[in-house]
């Protein structure tokens, strides 16, 4: 800490810390336009002068030197101050100092006396209101250059520049057009940092930013979209969302967003959202109905469907959406009110191969370490992830790592996102995954790039897998997954060489027929290299897709765990449940999501509750999904507009969504942070928590835990794992991550630092070798088909589609290569029909050179396009997580 005098008093402030941020220490307030705590420095504007030592600096750009006597206070700095801030105001139209403008600007020039007749500008040089969430008033513009620093050091898009010279110098997209036709991907950050409203988000939010923000009326919460967890922070005016804004001490987003969080809560209004619970008549129709008429029908169809093939005869999808309280309910639900283990949620879809993986090499189904650890990576394995669009926080988090001078390696079939700045980008054909993470580790042993103590003290499994590893040089593995054995050897001896490697990995991992051992397999580097459990690395860590996806499984809602992953098929745990439920636990594991679907077309699944999911849309082989939801013979959708599922359910129940209720998510790195209602559901909807205890009672059963905050205290009291977690600590603290033995006891942010939690406290290296996809191209079906996420969408895109996102990205589009297009004949732009083994779907051609040739991209996150209908019932020989990534297709033009 450095000791330094600010006008008579002392204060401490870290090494390195400026003299604002010492000023600041003490409680007194400098204007300073150009200064955002979140950028570098400029010290451009010169509003925050003080006298250190004698001499007049810019506060900003001076550091705190230890012994240093400051001066704030003084006539003729306060003088100085005041021109400053006065003269920038004098360039600007008086609109920038209006009586209600809340900008930094305003209120200097309001504390420093200058009134509004300070503003003398003409204006007349236009705006740009072409995006659907950032306007630009060039009037208002001081050339602070904030914006330009928040795009290019938070997100890294690198998308805006100041243009012009001296007195007209204005901010701009660099690419010179209109902004909505700019790099721009909408995080807001620009906006946030505006000191003067020249940069705003349209609408009732207009000139909020994180900075200027009431201080009264805000509801903290968690964003419901990506697992990254941003905290953010929501306005209301008259009972409707005015404005979300990034928490500035949000412990992953630390004051930045994305375009979904911040931006898209458009949905919440939209008049297609459900109000009254729907019950399909006679005719077929879907008729509005009372929820009481809704639950009676509910109950009847679980006791028939009981009654005609007992307690397995109903099963549950859970939702990754919901918040940990609704999916710890559910799980109760099915296991005490119907007494089966048929639940599930849709981790089963991308992320189980991760919890079955993780836990089999090092314990624990969760990453190993908190993301705060990425800060001292030096070399970033990135691992079929893009999450500069799908989960851009974190993006912008590793992309800066990179432009801070850490190393990066990118393993992905695309060159998209952080592949542009990849050390080594390898492209290795997709399905490949486990030969290309064998030759790296291939490479690490034979140039002596592990750490024996390591492997000798803290891990099992060296001899089987050297063994294999004999089977996998870096020319074989270049046959198999086409990544030339030069990359190979690169990327395996930065990552072997890095004094603090770290992985980062996503669903291009997971999503195959051996996704599971795609974990194991990536999980070899870090044990080789001693760099998961030590001081040493970021471990291994899976970037969770959707917001809650680690917290629906914690919470229990799969077919063969309980809360906290205690086995239905251990006596002990299932005793300790029964002692708390007052009800028996059954002791055969449920149906898994395809097991369901299976059973539903085969007869013996009667009655299918799918809360919030989609699965018309966004399970692979819908063709054969919505075969079995029209057999089931009741089906009972939560949702929150009429989607693809709910189309074809018996009864449809109209809930809230995550700005509409309370809870907890966790999120990617084991976070547990509160959900706050920062408005009310629409007409009769509910949270999913209140639906689940209206179907319980109307069957007669009470479940406890009549709150959210009930709910996690009971989980609590069942699961060592969450033992000390509380909505009250939860408030205090805003995220504690598991485990989390007792409410004295902190979270463990990075686990395994004594011992593994496996059986005998190692990490286990797997030797599993190399096995092809479920499909591979042919004469008929000659391209590979990979599904994955875009910038501006989410899912099945149920939320995203309604608002300003949908003119940011208006369709699905299928990328393919040149040589590709000009084989089948494809223009750009151009409707194009793709079919594969298992079905047909449309979508817009898009010809670039992100794919390689062979290989198409695309998302899906427009239900009406069926690209669900393409992909194969394929999926992971351990976990049953579908093969999204490898789907042999053609592709035709009309
Ligand atoms: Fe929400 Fe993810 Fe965007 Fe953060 S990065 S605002 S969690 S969608």
Known sequence: MTGIDIDGTSVEVPEGASLLSAVRAVGIELPSLCHDDRLSPAGSCRTCLVRADG???????????????????????????????????????????????????????????????????????????????????????????????????????????????????????????????????????????????????????????????????????????CGVGCSLEVTTRNGEVSAVLPSRDGPVNQGHACVKGRFAHGYLTSPERLTRPLLRQRDGRMEPVGWDEALDHIARG??????AGGPDAVAAISSARATNEENYLIQKFMRVAIGSNNIDNCSRLCHSPSAAGLAASFGLPGGTDSFDNVERADCLLVVGANPVEAHPVVGARLLQRVLHGARL?????????????????????????????????????????????????????????????????????????????????????????????????????????????????????????????????????????????????????????????????????????????????????????????????????????????????????????????????????????????ARHADVVLPVASWLEKDGTFVNFDRRFQRVRAAVSPPGEARTDFAAVHALASALGVDLGCPTPAAALAECARLTPLFAGLSHDRLDRENAVPWPCPGPDRPGEATLYRRRFATADGRAHLAAAPYLPPGEQPDEAYPLVLVTGRRWAHYNSGSMTRRGGNLGLDPADHLDLHPDDAARYGVRDGQQVTVESRHGRARLVARIGRETAPGQVFCSFHFPASGVNRLTSDHADTVTSCPEYKVTAVRVAAP
Not at 302 to 307: E, F, G, M
């Open 409 to 645: 390696v990118v393993a992905d079939p695309r060159a998209v996102g952080l592949a542009l700045h990849a050390d080594v980008h390898l492209r290795p054909r997709p399905g490949t995954n486990v030969a290309l993470f064998h030759g790296l580790a291939h490479v690490l042993l034979t140039e002596g790039l592990t750490d024996g103590n390591f492997l000798r003290e803290r891990a099992t499994g060296l001899p089987e897998l050297a063994e294999l590893l004999a089977d996998y040089p870096p020319d074989r593995v270049a046959d198999i997954t086409g990544v030339p054995a030069t990359d190979l050897i690169a990327a395996a001896r930065l990552y072997g060489r890095a004094e603090h490697p770290a992985i980062v990995y996503g669903l291009g991992v997971t999503e195959h027929l051996h996704g599971t051992d795609g974990v194991r397999a990536l999980s070899n580097l870090a044990i080789l290299r001693g760099a998961v459990g030590t001081d040493l690395g970021y471990g291994v860590n899976p970037l969770r897709g959707q917001n809650n996806v680690q917290g629906a499984s914690d919470m229990g809602a799969l077919p063969d765990v309980l809360p906290g992953y205690r086995k239905v098929t251990d006596p002990a745990a299932r005793s300790r449940a029964e002692e708390l439920w007052g009800a028996p636990v059954p002791q055969q594991p449920g149906m898994r999501i395809p097991e369901m679907f299976a059973a539903a077309r085969g007869g013996e699944l009667r009655a299918l509750w799918i809360v919030g999911e989609d699965v018309c849309a966004t399970d692979p082989d819908t063709q054969r999904v919505t075969q079995a939801l029209a057999t089931c013979p009741l089906v009972v959708c939560n949702e929150l507009f009429l989607s693809e599922t």
């Open 55 to 225: 001499r007049i600096v810019a506060a900003c750009v001076t550091p705190a030197v230890a012994g240093a006597c400051v001066e704030t206070g003084t006539d003729d700095l306060q003088l100085l101050r005041r021109d400053a801030v006065e003269l920038i105001a004098s360039a600007l139209p008086p609109r920038a100092l209006a009586a209600d403008s809340g900008s930094e600007l305003a209120q200097a020039c309001r504390s420093l006396g200058i009134g509004p007749c300070a503003a003398q500008g003409n204006g007349g040089r236009g705006g740009d209101e072409s995006h659907p969430y950032v306007h630009l008033d060039r009037d208002l513009c001081i050339a602070c250059g904030r914006c330009v620093r928040m795009c290019s050091e938070v997100q890294g898009t690198f998308a805006l520049t100041l243009t012009g010279r001296g007195a007209d110098t204005v901010v701009a997209p660099g690419t010179g057009g209109p902004w909505a036709e700019s790099d721009c991907v909408a995080c807001g950050g620009c906006v946030d940092t505006c000191p003067t409203g020249a940069i705003t988000e349209p609408g009732p939010g207009r000139g909020l930013t994180s900075g200027n923000r009431p201080a009264a009326g805000l509801t903290r919460t968690t964003c419901g979209y």
């Open 302 to 307: 679980l006791r028939a469907a009981v009654d």
